[in-house]
């Protein structure tokens, strides 16, 4: 079992998103088992490294990105009863963006809590498991349009053996259900809009 590493952001490098529990490759959204209470962190996919799973998890490029210190006052509220993700200014001039969602389904809940933009991916790659066995991957899917991951990968939990993040989809006709591994989906214009106005360390707020 590999041991975390540091928050990052990812530029053609392997991300893997159910777990540290498989090695260097792609990622995938996803807890490595059901959880009942996913919080205490989130059940998902895990981040860094490669993603597995029947969802996705990210492998793409690194980008380090520090933003203005204006941009530290963004922050992503997700209210999970809305399907619904906002993108809020620290301005009270700008009025907040608002973009349909999926969440985790019964039994891979999206994690309720406060948490912090943890790892930034561009065109994440993908490493489908076996959800019996999570080390197992049973293919990888590169970037391109079938990418599970779509063209964004941000993570913000993670726990012992997942990590969770907002990333695109390439089936936005999902979106406004409760379908995912504990990950939340986007458009993939939607995601790009939110990567590139969020940095390490913005605030994620996930409500109920």
Same mark, same amino acid.
């Given at each position: 079992?590999?041991?975390? &590493?540091?928050?990052?952001f990812?530029r053609g490098?392997?991300f893997v998103?159910?777990?540290?529990?498989?090695?260097?490759g *792609?990622s995938?959204?996803?807890v490595?088992g059901?959880? *009942?209470?996913?919080h205490?962190?989130? *059940?998902?996919?895990?981040?860094p490294g490669a993603a597995?799973?029947?969802?996705?998890?990210p492998?793409?490029q690194?980008?380090g990105k520090?933003?203005?210190?204006?941009?530290?006052?963004?922050q992503l509220v997700?209210?999970?009863?809305?399907r619904?993700?906002?993108l809020?200014d620290?301005d009270p001039?700008?009025?907040a963006e608002?973009f349909?969602i999926?969440?985790?389904?019964?039994g /891979?809940e999206? &994690?309720?809590?406060?948490?912090?933009?943890e790892?930034?991916?561009?065109n994440?790659?993908f490493?489908k498991v076996d /959800?019996?066995?999570p080390?197992?991957?049973?293919?990888?899917?590169?970037?391109?349009?079938?990418?599970?991951l779509g063209?964004? /990968?941000?993570g913000?939990?993670?726990?012992?053996?997942w990590?969770v993040?907002?990333?695109?989809?390439?089936n936005?006709e999902?979106?406004?259900r409760a379908?995912s591994h504990?990950?939340?989906?986007?458009r993939n214009?939607d995601?790009i809009?939110?990567?590139?106005?969020v940095?390490?360390?913005t *605030?994620?707020i996930?409500?109920?």
């Open positions: 079992m590999r041991q975390r &590493p540091p928050p990052m990812r490098a392997a998103a159910i777990a540290f529990l498989a090695g260097s *792609p995938a959204c996803g490595a059901p959880s *009942p209470d996913h205490r962190d989130d *059940p998902g996919s895990r981040a597995s799973g029947s969802e996705p998890g492998r793409g690194d980008v520090t933003g203005p210190q204006d941009r530290k006052l963004t997700l209210r999970l009863g809305e619904r993700l906002y809020i620290g001039g700008t009025p608002s349909p999926a969440i985790g389904k019964e /891979w999206t &994690p309720v809590g406060q948490y912090q933009v790892e930034m991916v561009v994440p790659e490493n /959800w019996a066995v080390t197992r991957v049973l293919k990888v899917i590169p970037p391109g349009p079938t990418n599970p063209q964004r /990968w941000i913000f939990a993670h726990g012992d053996g990590t993040g907002i990333h695109g989809t390439p936005p999902l979106l406004g379908v504990g990950c939340i989906r986007m214009a995601v809009r939110v990567y590139d106005r940095e390490l360390g *605030p994620v996930v409500e109920n």
